[in-house]
């Protein structure tokens, strides 16, 4: 069984709860951030082994919140359907992942960039 702490940041009321359990199926402890401003105060207060951040969120954008769990040496993956809105360096600093993403391709780069932190 897994152990890996991940924090989950996807606004999206359907989505969310279903990157949450697929997350924990796999043996991963998820903790959730709705917007922007939540998932910062979790990233202040915890640690996590990567950090899974929808790229557009009511209050702000995922490499926000990319660029903060940077500063603090964990792993990231920017999970986005909206590619065109961000600029090329961000995709230079960070992985992204497009939406739609298969269940079993979000696992292995999850799995993958779990593995490169160790």
Same mark, same amino acid.
């Given at each position: 069984? @897994? =152990?890996? @702490?991940?924090?989950?940041?996807?606004?999206?009321?359907?989505? /969310?709860?279903?990157?949450?359990?697929? $997350?924990?199926?796999?043996?991963?402890?998820?903790?959730?951030?709705?917007?922007? $401003?939540?998932?910062? =105060? $979790?990233?202040?207060?915890?640690?996590?082994?990567?950090?899974?951040?929808?790229?557009?969120?009511?209050?702000?954008?995922?490499?926000?919140?990319?660029?903060?769990? #940077?500063?603090?040496?964990?792993?990231?993956?920017?999970?986005?359907?909206?590619?065109? /809105?961000?600029? @090329?360096?961000?995709?230079?600093?960070?992985?992204?992942?497009? #939406?739609?993403? /298969?269940?079993?391709?979000?696992?292995?780069?999850?799995? @993958? #960039?779990?593995?490169?932190? /160790?």
């Amino acid at each position: 069984m @897994r =152990s890996n @702490r991940i924090l989950l940041v996807e606004d999206h009321p359907d989505v /969310r709860p279903m990157l949450e359990q697929m $997350l924990s199926g796999e043996g991963y402890r998820v903790d959730v951030a709705a917007t922007a $401003l939540q998932a910062a =105060s $979790l990233l202040e207060a915890s640690c996590y082994d990567l950090v899974l951040t929808d790229g557009v969120l009511p209050d702000g954008d995922g490499v926000a919140i990319a660029d903060q769990a #940077k500063a603090q040496d964990t792993p990231v993956l920017i999970l986005t359907g909206y590619g065109p /809105r961000f600029h @090329r360096d961000d995709f230079e600093r960070h992985e992204f992942v497009t #939406k739609p993403v /298969r269940t079993a391709d979000l696992l292995a780069a999850v799995a @993958r #960039k779990l593995a490169a932190a /160790r």
